[in-house]
């Protein structure tokens, strides 16, 4: 058995399933590995290490458990890191195994070796743990620690260092077995001290991010503002934490009626909430006038807003006991919302209609369809019009908003979650940063629709001159390909459509098949 053998069997003890990459020279013996137990573990064949790590990612959201990707030294490693920046932003369990040139020439020049590259350091900003293995027998004691790092409080990826000469050494070794961290149960006191601030406010607003979703809170969070008959608005990131048709749901705080919600309460609850700055950077937004925070993450508790109650735990566990607590008061005080909620509910399912293409969309999906979007003018609309109705199903870059991350991202989720349809949503920019990796879609056979915006260019920089009232639209304009050829050379059934009543029927027929479908809406 070669240190690349004890590597797979490691994984295949953490339970997964499926691994992105590309091969090289000094990863080939974890790939011999991979291709001895492909009956257990799928690779993905990517086209670019950035596609692999924005695939990890997808399969995270998508999963709630740990997307992997592997690179070779060098180019592969420094081609992933912005995919897994991405993810490191915006919490996803990705996993690197990042292959390194030979112990031997630790020590020197980077500059003068072959792939040469300090992918530690590099890696160190945008990773929450790394370990860099020197020797094949500490590969069980690395690959544990390294997901148990990854499922631990708020997720964010992990950089794993396997030297070509330790992936071909001989290894023995006991594999620790599959370890959950234990969830951090919330203290009694601070439950009672937060039910009671819950209890006596008159207008109490929900705020949920997406440590909601990591937590698989969902069920907990719907209770609680049944309980207390508060309004629940998300995060970008928190955005199907609730189903949007819920009676007390008003979609992303930055939806009409999530603006207009949140300056009326007396008491926020925010629940998983980060207070990101592509949040919080709005004119309507203050600082919460009494606040209540609940967090798995320490670091996040108090970092921005002084909590009146700050309660560290799992928010599962915490919204649990917070319902519990708080039956035990029942009939709470009626609370100030009913004379404003139902103006606010009316305006919140009015947007639905708000975009055209996000409306035909929404009309041409089953419920049940996951969707990715890229950062184009349709996906900035889906953060506030889009209805998410699951989740673990809505996908948008809402913190590192990087371009390209719809196709890539939507590979990874309808891998993740295959009985579900997928549908990705990007723009003519967008598309051609991760347009290769339409051949990985066909080639691993992956039932999903590509709706492909096309106004020739960057709609929202455009829209970004107009708002400082420059008109001069510098360096916007693209030349584009035939998208229906190109798709067409790759074997991929493709349509152009004109309007968004064309959208809809095309793409009504396209969810259904069970190939890759490209549908361009020619603006």
Not at 170 to 199: C, K, M, T
Not at 272 to 280: N, P
Request: aromatic share 8%; glycine share 10%.
């Amino acid at each position: 058995m070669t240190g690349g053998d004890l590597v797979v069997r490691c994984l295949l003890e953490q339970r997964v399933r499926t691994v992105f990459g590309i091969p090289g020279a000094l990863n080939i013996h974890l790939y011999r590995a991979l291709r001895g137990r492909q009956a257990d573990v799928r690779h993905i064949l990517v086209r670019h290490e950035l596609g692999g790590a924005w695939m990890a990612d997808g399969y995270s959201r998508a999963s709630g458990d740990v997307g992997v990707v592997c690179t070779v030294p060098g180019p592969g490693a420094s081609h992933a890191v912005s995919g897994v920046a991405g993810a490191y932003t915006e919490c996803s369990r990705v996993l690197v195994l990042a292959s390194q040139g030979e112990t031997r020439w630790r020590g020197h020049l980077r500059r003068n070796l072959f792939h040469g590259l300090d992918q530690a350091r590099l890696y160190a900003p945008v990773t929450k743990f790394s370990v860099c293995i020197t020797r094949a027998e500490q590969i069980p004691e690395g690959m544990a620690e390294a997901f148990y790092r990854l499922r631990q409080g708020r997720p964010g990826p992990v950089y794993v260092e396997l030297p070509a000469d330790v992936l071909g050494a001989s290894a023995l070794g006991e594999v620790p077995p599959y370890q959950n961290p234990p969830r951090q149960p919330p203290d009694a006191a601070v439950v009672a001290r937060a039910a009671a601030a819950l209890a006596e406010a008159r207008r109490p607003l929900i705020l949920a991010g997406d440590g909601v979703l990591h937590s698989d809170a969902t069920e907990e969070l719907g209770a609680l503002a049944h309980r207390v008959r508060a309004p629940v608005i998300t995060t970008v990131m928190g955005k199907g934490a609730l189903p949007e048709d819920y009676p007390w749901s008003l979609g992303d705080m930055n939806s009409l009626a999530g603006s207009q919600a949140y300056p009326q309460a007396d008491l926020i609850f925010a629940v998983g909430c980060r207070f990101v700055q592509t949040d919080t950077r709005w004119p309507w937004f203050t600082p919460p006038p009494r606040l209540v925070h609940v967090d798995a993450d320490p670091r996040e508790v108090g970092r921005l807003f002084s909590p009146e109650v700050g309660m560290i735990a799992d928010p599962k566990l915490a919204l649990a006991a917070l319902d519990a607590a708080l039956a035990k008061r029942n009939p709470l005080p009626q609370n100030d919302w009913n004379a404003v909620f139902p103006a606010l509910k009316r305006q919140s399912d009015a947007r639905a209609e708000a975009d055209p293409v996000v409306a035909a969309l929404r009309r041409a999906l089953p419920r049940e369809t996951l969707v990715s979007w890229d950062v184009c003018y349709p996906g900035y609309r889906s953060r506030s019009d889009w209805f998410a109705y699951q989740p673990r199903g809505y996908y948008y870059p809402g913190v590192y908003v990087d371009m390209g991350f719809g196709l890539p991202v939507g590979i990874g989720a309808r891998l993740a979650r295959p009985e579900c349809p997928l549908c990705v949503v990007t723009g003519d920019g967008g598309f051609q940063m991760s347009m290769p990796e339409l051949g990985t879609a066909v080639q691993h056979r992956l039932p999903l629709v590509v709706v492909l915006v096309n106004d020739r260019g960057f709609k929202l920089i455009r829209l970004a001159y107009d708002r400082t009232g420059d008109s001069g639209h510098f360096a916007v304009d693209l030349v584009n390909p035939d998208f229906i050829a190109l798709a067409r050379a790759y074997g991929i059934e493709a349509e152009r459509v004109r309007d968004v009543d064309q959208l809809e029927t095309a793409v009504k027929r396209a969810i259904g098949r069970d190939t890759v479908t490209l549908v361009e809406l020619a603006l």
